[in-house]
């Protein structure tokens, strides 16, 4: 027969095994979410870009001037009649033409793209995106002044350049994604006009396959930083990150000036760059 002590006894034995379970569980499921939770998170950070809807489609048939600032309402707008070739083929016209001081935000330009985007000047890109990169996406023109910032957005499919940078100033592009191209940036290399270009991209994300990121004149003194770039899907590391030449005015085929940082032309480090 069990005495009132031993049966007290007992009965705190059992309550202190139970609480031990529950706390075990407890413990368990607080490590269990603890775990998916920073599997969400690695598995959001290394995602890839996830490009728009459009709303609506415009065909457009004749170049757009734009001064001021235009809002597209995320449409898509794609090239038709003289608007219509998507190749290669220089001397394209543009589906936008921005004015020196131009805004161009929230904006899809779809397939065919004829030549992008013509910047006369000092222009702002937010958010325009890019769904199949006709001859160039975006060109930069103007003077030794001129700024042109581009926001956001994104572009894919580019079989040569997303943007060509043939007049002078600065061209800074942050937060932008790139998709299957060959050159993010090219400083033109044989325009009959050259000029000291600056171009800074920041928190870039650029997905296999591609060649470069950027392409400079050295013997014109251009110069590109790279900050922040995230290279998804090139292990090998086959995507170069500043190819440097040696340009001309004479319409010629520039020629190759070695790669890599240097301080003074390629400006970026081996941190400013991450694989995934």
């Known amino acids: 027969m069990t005495s009132r002590v031993e049966h007290r006894a007992q009965h705190r034995r059992r309550v202190s095994r139970k609480r031990a379970v529950i706390g075990g569980v407890s413990a368990f499921a607080l490590t269990g979410a603890a775990i998916v939770t920073s599997s969400m998170m690695s598995s959001s950070a290394s995602a890839a870009t996830t490009w728009p809807t459009a709303n609506g489609s415009q065909a457009v048939s004749s170049t757009i001037p734009v001064s001021g600032t235009r809002d597209g309402g995320m449409k898509r707008y794609y090239g038709s009649g003289d608007l219509a070739g998507d190749g290669q083929e220089e001397g394209q016209d543009p589906i936008f ?95 009959s006009t050259q000029y000291k270009r600056t171009s800074i ?38 995507i170069v990150p500043c190819q440097k030449y040696i340009g001309n005015n004479t319409g010629a085929e520039p020629k190759e000036n070695g790669s890599g940082p240097d301080g003074t032309h390629c400006n970026y480090t081996t941190s400013d760059l991450t694989y995934q």
């Open 201 to 238: 991209f920041n928190t870039i994300e650029v997905t296999a396959p591609g060649s470069r990121l950027v392409g400079i004149n050295t013997n014109y003194g251009d110069t590109a930083a790279l900050r922040k770039v995230t290279i998804v899907g090139d292990s090998g590391k086959k």
């Open 97 to 191: 033409k921005l004015a020196d001081g131009a805004t161009l935000k929230n904006v899809i330009i779809g397939k065919p793209g004829a030549d992008g985007i013509h910047c006369s000047g000092t222009c702002n890109l937010q958010n325009v995106w890019w769904e199949d990169v006709g001859e160039d996406a975006a060109t930069f023109r103007g003077g030794n002044s001129a700024v042109f910032t581009v926001y956001g957005g994104g572009a894919r499919k580019a079989s040569d350049k997303i943007f060509q940078h043939n007049g002078g100033g600065k061209l800074v592009v942050s937060k932008f994604a790139a998709q299957d191209f060959k050159t993010l940036y090219r400083s033109c290399g044989n325009c």
